[in-house]
Structure formats: structure tokens, C-alpha cells
């Protein structure tokens, strides 16, 4: 039986003394996602600060859980095409099922290296590391705006064959990297790492149902420290250049692939305001 996540409060000093740079005096975005979810690990600052965007987007918490749905469709979607190989970069706090969990559902030789460098993750990082006995999981910390520094770090783990096909997993992560930081270039270095037949699986926060809503939502992350921009399906599209889409392509996330009887009509593509989608590579 898996045990219950401690909410925030209950980390103890010795944990926050491994972690320094928890930050509790100001909003996260990965406990605010934490806290959309309906999760435990926030503090009271994320929780108003998460309020304050839900003010923007009462749906907020609808994207949050169409985007982890998302996750687990394109996990399984790729280990069941024969991927065996994960990395997940800017995890986030850990949320059962997590990707080795899916993934080595489907394929228990699975192994999937988890990529974040933020202190609150590597607190909750163990739930991250049990693995089937014949797949393998790793956590390394690296900051996904250095995608050298990713690829560096995963290939030291030894866990990843590059000359394999492997599945690059970029969840709710390049919203939070504006056009400063380059993320086409980040992910065009990332994709030219990986062998063809590899993957590319992406969801990112879009403008083009709600745009004054989701700019007060990325004035809100940028605010608390966290530099956010939604873009365009046009814009989101670019990140998947050179690549094979998978049907049914970049769409909404709660469209990409549902299950049957799962019922994506019972919410509307604007309180989704995610476009998810995989591509492979040629």
C-alpha cells in the first residue's frame, strides 16, 4: 500500500535543512500545480497565490488534471509502441501514477530518468526511485533552461542508452520558459540528442481560448519568480518542427487519444487551455 504524502507543513528541519532553497515565504509553481491537483505538499502562500490565479481561471484545476491525463495516455501510448525509455524533464512534485509507474505498467523493464532542479522535488524525489526489479528509475537535478546540462546529467546516470530510442517528456514545462530563454532552441538540442524513432511528448498552456485570463495568470507566476508565457497553437506547433506528429496531433489535451466512455465533451477545450500532443522522430 502506497503511504500518503506528508502535506508541506509536516516536513521536518532536517528535511528543510537538505532543501534550504524551499522558498515557503513566496508561491511555487510546482506546489501550486500540487495544489490544483488537490495534492498536500503547498504551503499557505501557494495556496493564495494558486486562489488568486483560480480568480483569473475558476477552471484552472480542470487544466491541471486534463494535463496528468494527458501524461498517462502518451506514457502508455509509447511503451505499448515498444518505447523503453523515458526522460521526464521538469517533474514537479511526485503524483501517483507517476511515469515509471505507467510506463512499467506497460513494460516492466522500463527505466525513466526524472530531470527537475527544484529543492522541493528532490525532497519528495524517493517516491520517484521504486522501480520494477527489471526497469530502472533515476532522479537527476538539472535546470531544464541548460538542455547540455539535461543531457549530461541523464547520460552520467548511465540508465539511458542513446543509441536506443527514447521518449522525451517536456509536461506543462515551456510556459515556463519565455521566448528569452530560447525553449526552441532547448528542445531542437534535446530532439537532436535522440536517436530516430524517438519520441517528443508535450502539453503547454495556450492563449487562444482565454488570452486576458492566461497573461494575468503568467503575470501572477512572474510575480512569484517563476517567468510564465502561454502561446499560440501556431506557436506550440513550432516545437514539434522535423517531427512525425502522432495522430490526432496537437490538440487540446483532454482530446488526445481518451479513452473510451472518458467523456472529453464534459469539458470544454477553453477550461482546458492545453494543447498536448506527441511527435516522432524521422
Given at each position: ?29 510546482a506546489r501550486m500545480y500540487d ?59 511526485p503524483t501517483a501514477p507517476n ?184
Amino acid at each position: 500500500m502506497q503511504r500518503d504524502k506528508p502535506s508541506a507543513e509536516d516536513v521536518g528541519e532536517g528535511d528543510l535543512s537538505r532543501s534550504i532553497r524551499l522558498s515557503q515565504d513566496r508561491p511555487h509553481s510546482a506546489r501550486m500545480y500540487d495544489y490544483f491537483l488537490g495534492g498536500k505538499t503547498n504551503y499557505i502562500v501557494d495556496r493564495q497565490a494558486a486562489e488568486e490565479v483560480l480568480r483569473h481561471f475558476p477552471a484552472v484545476a480542470v487544466a491541471a488534471r486534463a494535463n496528468r491525463a494527458f501524461m498517462h495516455r502518451s506514457v502508455h501510448y509509447l511503451a505499448s509502441v515498444g518505447v523503453r525509455q523515458f526522460i521526464d524533464i521538469g517533474t514537479g512534485i511526485p503524483t501517483a501514477p507517476n511515469v515509471h509507474e505507467v510506463a512499467q505498467q506497460v513494460a516492466a523493464d522500463a527505466r525513466v530518468i526524472y530531470v527537475d532542479n527544484d529543492p522541493i522535488v528532490l525532497a519528495y524525489s524517493e517516491q520517484l526511485l521504486a522501480s520494477t526489479p527489471e526497469g530502472a528509475t533515476r532522479y537527476v537535478e538539472a535546470d531544464a533552461t541548460d538542455a547540455q546540462a539535461v543531457l549530461g546529467a541523464v547520460e552520467a546516470t548511465g540508465c539511458v542508452d542513446f543509441t536506443r530510442p527514447v521518449a522525451v517528456n517536456l509536461h506543462a514545462l515551456l510556459h515556463f520558459m519565455p521566448d528569452a530563454f530560447e525553449p526552441y532552441v532547448i528542445v531542437r538540442t534535446l530532439m537532436d540528442r535522440v536517436v530516430p524513432g524517438s519520441y517528443l511528448s508535450l502539453s503547454h498552456v495556450t492563449l487562444d481560448f482565454e488570452p486576458a485570463a492566461w497573461r494575468a495568470i503568467a503575470e501572477i507566476y512572474t510575480k512569484a519568480g517563476t517567468p510564465a508565457q502561454g502561446r499560440t497553437h501556431a506557436e506550440i506547433a513550432r516545437f514539434f518542427d522535423g517531427l512525425e506528429m502522432v495522430d490526432p496531433g496537437l490538440t487540446v489535451a483532454h482530446r488526445w487519444r481518451p479513452q473510451p466512455a472518458s467523456g472529453p465533451s464534459l469539458v470544454s477545450d477553453t477550461d482546458v487551455s492545453l494543447y498536448a500532443g506527441v511527435g516522432r522522430k524521422r
